[in-house]
């Protein structure tokens, strides 16, 4: 009698294991999927900003064409990839500095504010870079301990 409850306990520790085996290899599943997905917006947000660098970056350099260019006919945006023929009368812009706060700027005092916006755009860059790198640490951390207790 005393043998058949040692291996009723054997044949129970014996389900049991691989019933633990199953849940952690679930719980590593989940979290290199919560990891994938954590990565991927991460991406998609640095994807974005770069976007965003590139496009006033551009920008900065319409603004040296602009120069010099009193009297002279350009074709000037009015919304995406629709243009208008317009002759330039001065080099005084109007500036949208938020909330939809409009003034007058000068060419140099736009590109500095240009270049402000970049030099914000290029930190909040290296701070997803930083996220993105602490996220894959994690991730390989989750897998040696996963790996290690094997």
Do not use: W
């Not at 014996?14 to 999927?33: A, I, N, V, W």
């Not at 900003?49 to 009297?71: C, P, Q, T, W, Y």
């Not at 909330?99 to 005092?109: D, L, R």
């Amino acid at each position: 009698m005393e043998q058949n409850k040692q291996e009723g306990k054997q044949k129970e520790q014996g389900m049991q294991e691989p019933q633990e085996e199953t849940e952690k290899k679930q719980e590593l599943f989940f979290k290199l999927s919560m990891f994938e997905q954590q990565t991927h917006q991460t991406q998609e947000q640095i994807d974005a900003v770069e976007i965003g660098i590139n496009e006033l970056a551009n920008l900065g350099f319409g603004l040296d064409e602009l120069k010099g260019s009193i009297g002279k006919e350009i074709l000037a945006t009015i919304g995406r990839g629709v243009f208008v023929s317009a002759n330039v009368k001065s080099e005084d812009l109007t500036v949208d500095i938020g909330g939809k706060n409009f003034v007058k700027k000068s060419i140099p005092e736009t590109k500095e504010i240009i270049e402000g916006q970049i030099k914000k755009l290029i930190s909040v860059k290296n701070d997803l870079g930083e996220n993105l790198e602490r996220i894959n640490q994690e991730m390989t951390k989750t897998l040696e301990d996963f790996q290690g207790n094997q």
